[in-house]
Antibody, heavy 124, light 109 residues
Framework: QVQLQESVPGLVKPSETLSLTCAVSGGSISSSHWWNWVRQPPGKGLEWIGEIYHSGISNYNPSLKSRVTISLDKSKNQFSLKLTSVTAADTAVYYC?????????????????WGQGTLVTVSS | SSELTQDPVVSVALGQTVRITCQGDSLRSYYASWYQQKPGQAPVLVIYGKNNRPSGIPDRFSGSSSGNTASLTITGAQAEDEADYYCNSRDSSGDHLRVFGGGTKLTVL
């Protein structure tokens, strides 16, 4: 069974870059799935950040696209999130999640496996 | 603002049936998936595709879709079903990007 585990950066200063990794166990990051990042500000709803496929294809939320990069490290079986120029509005629990298989097309999007989430606080 | 709209709060009497809805133009083209989230926990997938339940999800959870509305139905709601529920699908931009609804807090009375 695939398990996902986010790293724990904790506190990030305003204007700096938030960096997170998601370690994948029980499966390969080179499998036919999308690998996603989702965040949730305290007391608010879920927000999709972006996704990547093992070929390197990536998609991002337009509201964050200018600041976000998602990448893969196949040798470590993990994928990463970088969010630049953070502000207090980026304070949230960040989740990594596995999406549906790439081969299933666009019609049936879902996230079937989630990490436990990690709280990132932006504060000086 | 979200392209998928959910009622913020819904309540149901214990043992009764409740339907949680998700509206959006993109739902005419894509299916929705549904997630249950309890306080302090990660979301859990409960319904995906036409009406598919992952292993371990009780059969009292079901999904349906009509026009621009996707629905999650809980038949015989239990106390442990009290949680936040989120729908997810793709947006209407044509770029197939993912989007969440704003979430529905379900109270079981």
């Amino acid at each position: 069974q695939v398990q996902l585990q986010e790293s724990v950066p904790g506190l990030v200063k305003p204007s700096e870059t938030l960096s997170l990794t998601c370690a994948v166990s029980g499966g390969s990051i080179s499998s036919s799935h999308w690998w996603n990042w989702v965040r949730q500000p305290p007391g608010k709803g879920l927000e999709w950040i972006g996704e990547i496929y093992h070929s390197g294809i990536s998609n991002y939320n337009p509201s964050l696209k200018s600041r976000v990069t998602i990448s893969l490290d196949k040798s470590k079986n993990q994928f990463s999130l970088k969010l630049t120029s953070v502000t207090a509005a980026d304070t949230a629990v960040y989740y990594c999640a596995r999406g549906e298989a790439y081969s299933s097309g666009w019609l049936f999007p879902y996230f079937d496996c989630w990490g436990q989430g990690t709280l990132v606080t932006v504060s000086s | 603002s979200s392209e998928l709209t959910q009622d913020p709060v819904v309540s149901v009497a214990l043992g009764q049936t409740v339907r949680i809805t998700c509206q959006g133009d993109s739902l005419r083209s894509y299916y929705a998936s549904w997630y249950q989230q309890k306080p302090g926990q990660a979301p859990v997938l409960v319904i995906y595709g036409k009406n598919n339940r992952p292993s371990g999800i009780p059969d009292r959870f079901s999904g349906s879709s009509s026009g621009n509305t996707a629905s999650l139905t809980i038949t015989g709601a239990q106390a442990e079903d009290e949680a936040d529920y989120y729908c997810n699908s793709r947006d209407s931009s044509g770029d197939h990007l993912r989007v969440f609804g704003g979430g529905t807090k379900l109270t079981v009375l």
